[in-house]
């Protein structure tokens, strides 16, 4: 058996045993990691002259075979098993079909459609999804880009009107700034404690809590109106005297802003924190909730939720709807919403069909209100200052480019036509698109070729090739896996001969030590009992989060021509295992306690890389636990389970049926049990309607206290942290200034962990108070080192591939739509100018959110930034004491409900103690000492302990001190002749 707080933690030990048996693996750098074009060509031509080479995911070695491997280690899959009872089974559980036999496919893989059946020429698709990306023509204001919000480091820095009062919650009163007014450091965090080293909310400390705000730092948008058309194609849809032409606004009525006067003549705010989308390809599923999912439907971010067809096709008899679901493309699923967002891009009522309109009439031209360097990596050809310096735009048209980029049985029909229809059961724009016989008027702006009808295909998948090749990889940390590929997991061991340990490439001995404290492991040799914040445990693969295609592996047949397996990811293998993602969900233990121990008090089931860390109070944003616009959960187990027949949180009751899924759904949601094996760790072996017990997890197993119990409410995607350094605010709510502040927040185990208990994840816990971790301010700073190790210097810099056009952002909420032109808007004080910038970068950095430092010690707030406190807390006897009894001891002055131990040595000096979140601080004891005792301070701070003192202590003194790790307080000392 196993504790359920190493559910996850657990692998990585478990991993370690089963590795010490097994020969060196070849080199594998983060690098090399395969894209899904690669990985799906293994499965398209699995005989194919000139495999790919082996893949393993970084940090697993070569399991040995069966005959002599370790009991911890699955030989097909190389994951861990940790079981009750020694044994292992790998039988295929009677639910589900094995894909293999004796190793090979039992049948011929249906191949998943994915994006590569769409486009024909990725460099073309790559182009036109970059300029689609930064083209402002795109809002409905003329102002308003993706790229409006994803401008730094992929991600926003702008300072003034970029408040939410937390619309999600139903508030529409800012408290943090006034109406469109700027933020400064003094407003960070936006939930505020006395001492930031303990919980504080209304459920625990509350005395703590400073101040507290449900107010959301993210990007502002465009003002409410509501759409009425696009102008009619033709010389009167661009701005009179602007060359090239530029697109007028979308028309749209002035009204009442539904929010309030919060939002009344200024740009709206998004309601959530806008993230860095580089590297965004690879996650599972998008958004801060996962509703971009990972088949993409050609028309909304809802995947196969969205009943209706949304890719047209020139078929043998004509144009023909058909509904397509594209594999492994979540940011081509993000991608349809922000376009359509009435807080981002678009007045309300727009959709897809009315933009393709707009900008595949004739006479558009891509970027036309912005420079494009000539030396852009990918659109540098194609810039008009090639032809007229200083002349904005592309040389190219948005037709020609998808002609260039997709199949033409996706855009070359002419005979035949769409038409806008109401369609109000449609939740996600209210239209419909009806196929009609004809060509269509190009004037008239309900009717719309094929190649305008399909452009919400077109802007996804483009621009998701667009992200592709956004990777940031090269920053110290991958620099230390090229030189350590097999560290990834924190398997420690000696490579090179000559220089014990791994190679110090690219991270300091400090970040070194920070790696350490962040996956609890001792590569440094400076953390020999592997304390840590288990960071890795959610924060790990290539890109740094769970929730990615490449963070799970799975066991691909081997390969008929060198006989070696393949080891691709688990996410990747959706197809090949029963058709759907295998391995999404988890069963993990819920609500650490808090107190040292961090003993749970239930088991849920949970979608894997989306969690509860108690940043804001579940009733304010639901998160994973919301439903789509059809009313389906946005939860994989939830509908997983309604599949199954099943209903969360309760016992099956047949006289009172789970109402089936739509029949257009059922066949993408998984099955029970999930896993390519049975039973794997971080695979789900759940049982439904079985009520397991709390402290320990059976495999396979039910949940506690409920049955069928899923963990959503309140939980995010887990994020990147590649380069963290430069895209703060951090978390779902911006709430969070410094990297400093954001450690602080995990080591105290969150901000709302009892108000949010039913739902918080294991790993937040007080790691200040558990004695096994013991977070000191030394590891706190080590671990921000190490955080900044995580920029990629060619994001610092703009450079290739991370170039862009030049761009010009609103930075007031006043700031108008465009409605005269480049000219106007760069000489408007309310619109910033973003410079073009070509592949070789900009020779000035971009710094961090509102210029916080980085180097520690500087003026001002920095990332290292700690809380100072003076003692207060006192240590008394009320009587003296007696050998062979119990000896009393009081504390008071402490911090109440908080951990608080006594330390007892034979001699009074002066020593440091690494306590708790406070570093090094002095005690009046001389080493050696221990703690004798521990007990949790009462709601008035006061603690009492009766220690047994042998018979023999008789004659003997005693020196003793109470210290609390929480509050970083010692007591004056206190000596007793027994």
């Given at each position: 058996m196993f504790l359920p707080s190493m559910n996850r933690g657990a692998a990585v030990a478990a991993l370690a045993a089963a590795v010490s048996l097994a020969p060196p693996a070849p080199a594998q750098s983060l690098t090399a990691i395969p894209t899904t074009e690669e990985m799906i060509e293994v499965l398209r031509n699995p005989t194919a002259s000139l495999p790919l080479e082996r893949i393993l995911f970084p940090g697993l070695t070569p399991i040995p075979g069966l005959a002599v491997h370790s009991i911890f280690g699955n030989t097909l899959t190389g994951q861990p098993l940790l079981f009750d009872n020694g044994e292992i089974s790998y039988e295929i559980p009677a639910v589900g079909v094995s894909p293999f036999v004796n190793g090979e496919p039992e049948r011929a893989l249906a191949l998943p459609l994915y994006e590569g059946d769409f486009i024909t020429d990725r460099v073309a698709a790559v182009r036109l999804g970059k300029a689609l990306f930064w083209d402002m023509q795109v809002g409905s204001d003329g102002v308003q880009a993706c790229g409006s919000c994803h401008f730094h480091a992929g991600a926003d820095n702008r300072t003034k009107n970029q408040l939410n009062p937390a619309t999600l919650a139903g508030d529409s009163l800012l408290s943090i700034k006034g109406k469109n007014q700027e933020v400064d450091a003094g407003d960070f965090p936006f939930h505020k404690?006395?001492?930031?080293?303990?919980?504080?909310?209304?459920?625990?400390?509350?005395?703590?809590?400073?101040?507290?705000?449900?107010?959301?730092?993210?990007?502002?948008?465009?003002?409410?109106?509501?759409?009425?058309?696009?102008?009619?194609?033709?010389?009167?849809?661009?701005?009179?005297?602007?060359?090239?032409?530029?697109?007028?606004?979308?028309?749209?009525?002035?009204?009442?802003?539904?929010?309030?006067?919060?939002?009344?003549?200024?740009?709206?705010?998004?309601?959530?924190?806008?993230?860095?989308?580089?590297?965004?390809?690879?996650?599972?599923?998008?958004?801060?909730?996962?509703?971009?999912?990972?088949?993409?439907?050609?028309g909304t971010p809802h995947g196969a939720s969205d009943p209706d067809s949304h890719v047209f096709v020139d078929g043998v008899s004509g144009l023909e709807a058909t509904r397509q679901l594209i594999r492994f493309s979540s940011f081509a699923s993000l991608a349809t919403g922000p376009a359509l967002s009435n807080f981002e891009m678009s007045f309300d009522g727009r959709n897809w069909a009315k933009i393709g309109k707009k900008l595949l009439q004739a006479g558009v031209t891509p970027l036309a209100n912005q420079l494009v360097d000539p030396t852009d990596s990918v659109l540098g050809p194609l810039s008009n200052q090639n032809i007229t310096p200083g002349m904005p735009g592309l040389s190219i048209s948005y037709a020609e480019l998808i002609e260039q980029a997709f199949r033409a049985d996706l855009w070359s029909n002419l005979t035949d036509h769409t038409q806008q229809v109401p369609e109000p059961a449609d939740p996600f724009d209210g239209v419909a698109l009806v196929i009609v016989p004809g060509a269509a008027n190009p004037a008239a702006t309900d009717q719309f070729a094929q190649k305008e009808s399909n452009f919400s295909l077109f802007f996804g998948l483009s621009t998701q090739a667009y992200t592709q090749i956004l990777n940031p990889d090269q920053s110290p940390f991958d620099q230390f896996h090229e030189a350590n590929p097999d560290e990834f997991l924190g398997i420690v061991e000696d490579i090179d001969p000559v220089t014990p340990g791994v190679q110090v490439v690219g991270l300091s001995e400090r970040q070194l030590f920070g790696y350490d404290i962040f996956q609890n492991t001792n590569l440094s040799r400076r953390n020999p009992l592997g304390r840590g914040g288990s960071c890795n445990i959610c924060h790990f693969g290539p890109n740094l989060t769970e929730n990615s295609l490449v963070a799970i592996h799975g066991v691909f047949p081997p390969d008929p021509i060198t006989g070696e397996d393949k080891l691709l990811s688990g996410f990747l293998l959706e197809e090949a295992l029963n058709d759907n993602a295998r391995v999404t969900m988890e069963i993990d233990a819920m609500n650490q306690a808090l107190d040292g121990i961090a003993a749970p008090d239930g088991i849920a089931l949970l979608d894997k890389g989306i969690y509860n860390i108690g940043v804001r109070p579940i009733a304010e944003d639901l998160g994973r636990g919301a439903d789509d616009p059809f009313g389906l959960p946005l939860s994989i187990a939830a509908l997983a389970l309604r599949k199954g027949g099943f209903p969360v949180g309760e016992f099956s009751d047949p006289l009172n049926p789970v109402p089936p899924l739509p029949a257009h759904l059922e066949p993408y949601v998984n099955d029970f049990p999930t896993g390519a094996l049975f039973p794997n760790v971080n695979q789900t072996t759940f049982l439904p309607d079985t009520v397991a017990p709390s402290n320990f997890?059976?495999?396979?197993?039910?949940?506690?206290?409920?049955?069928?119990?899923?963990?959503?409410?309140?939980?995010?995607?887990?994020?990147?942290?590649?380069?963290?350094?430069?895209?703060?605010?951090?978390?779902?709510?911006?709430?969070?200034?410094?990297?400093?502040?954001?450690?602080?927040?995990?080591?105290?185990?969150?901000?709302?962990?009892?108000?949010?208990?039913?739902?918080?994840?294991?790993?937040?816990?007080?790691?200040?108070?558990?004695?096994?971790?013991?977070?000191t301010e030394e590891d706190k700073v080590a671990l921000v080192d190490f955080l900044l190790a995580q920029t990629d210097e060619r994001v610092r810099f703009k450079q290739a591939p991370f170039d862009h056009p030049e761009i010009i952002i609103p930075i007031d909420g006043t700031a108008s739509d465009n409605v005269a032109g480049r000219a106007a808007l760069l000489a408007d004080a309310s619109f910033r100018q973003i410079a073009a910038v070509g592949a070789a970068g900009s020779s000035e950095p971009i710094g961090s959110f509102l210029d916080i430092s980085n180097v520690e010690g500087s003026p001002g707030p920095d990332h290292f930034d700690a809380v100072t406190l003076a003692p207060g807390m006192s240590l008394s006897a009320p009587a003296p004491g007696v050998a062979g009894s119990l000896f009393t001891v009081n504390v008071t002055g402490a911090q109440p409900n908080r951990a608080v131990g006594i330390l007892i040595s034979l001699s009074l000096g002066s020593s440091t103690m690494n306590l708790g979140n406070c570093g090094g601080i002095e005690v009046g004891l001389a080493r050696p000492f221990r703690i004798v005792a521990r007990t949790p301070t009462d709601a008035n701070g006061d603690a009492t302990f009766s220690i047994p003192v042998p018979a023999g202590a008789a004659g003997s003194t005693y020196h003793m001190q109470a210290v609390q790790p929480a509050s970083c307080q010692a007591s004056g000392t206190l000596s007793n002749t027994f």
């Open positions: 404690l006395a001492n930031p080293n303990t919980q504080g909310e209304p459920l625990l400390n509350p005395e703590n809590v400073l101040s507290d705000s449900n107010d959301v730092l993210s990007s502002m948008g465009v003002r409410w109106r509501q759409f009425v058309d696009i102008p009619t194609p033709g010389p009167s849809a661009f701005i009179p005297g602007t060359n090239p032409p530029v697109l007028r606004p979308d028309f749209g009525i002035a009204q009442a802003d539904p929010v309030g006067d919060v939002f009344q003549n200024v740009r709206r705010v998004e309601p959530r924190n806008t993230p860095t989308f580089f590297a965004a390809s690879h996650n599972f599923n998008n958004f801060w909730d996962g509703r971009a999912r990972q088949d993409f439907n050609g997890i059976l495999l396979p197993t039910g949940t506690y206290p409920t049955p069928n119990r899923v963990g959503r409410m309140g939980n995010f995607k887990v994020p990147s942290l590649k380069n963290v350094e430069l895209t703060g605010p951090y978390f779902h709510n911006g709430g969070v200034l410094t990297l400093r502040q954001l450690i602080d927040f995990y080591a105290r185990g969150g901000d709302f962990p009892i108000t949010n208990e039913s739902e918080r994840d294991p790993l937040i816990r007080d790691l200040q108070v558990e004695f096994e971790t013991f977070l």
